[in-house]
């Protein structure tokens, strides 16, 4: 089982930088996928960003590639999200999430970081 827990969200101007963290609580990450989905009010979720943690292979959805990057530190089993040029379309609950690597479906979820940008 995979616990996950995170932080970082909250208020922050246009073109400003947040960074989010999620903490995991699990024996082992080496078999598994993490990646940060968003939500925005009418809107579906979507991913923003996923990283492999063996190899650390990333991938990022349309919107957010060359102004988010996604890491992991693998002692404290700790996934970030590093959010530059921030704009109103990025306000959302952001979730980390995690699937088993080679699944199609992400088991489990946190409980959402709300990042808000004003324009």
């Known amino acids: 089982q995979v616990q996950l827990a995170e932080s970082g969200g909250g208020l922050v101007r246009a073109g400003d930088s947040l960074r989010l963290s999620c903490s995991a609580s699990a024996r082992t990450l080496d078999y598994y996928v993490m990646a940060w989905f968003r939500q925005a009010p009418g809107k579906e979720r979507e991913i923003v960003a996923a990283?492999?943690?063996?190899?650390?292979?990333?991938h990022y959805g349309d919107s957010v590639k060359g102004r988010f990057t996604i890491s992991r530190d693998s002692a404290k089993k700790m996934v970030f999200l590093q959010m530059t040029s921030l704009t109103d379309e990025d306000t959302a609950i952001y979730y980390c999430?995690?699937?088993?690597?080679?699944?199609?479906?992400?088991?489990?979820w946190g409980q959402g970081t709300q990042v808000t940008v004003s324009s």
């Open positions: 990283i492999s943690w063996s190899d650390r292979n990333t």
């Open positions: 999430a995690a699937k088993a690597r080679g699944g199609q479906d992400y088991f489990a």
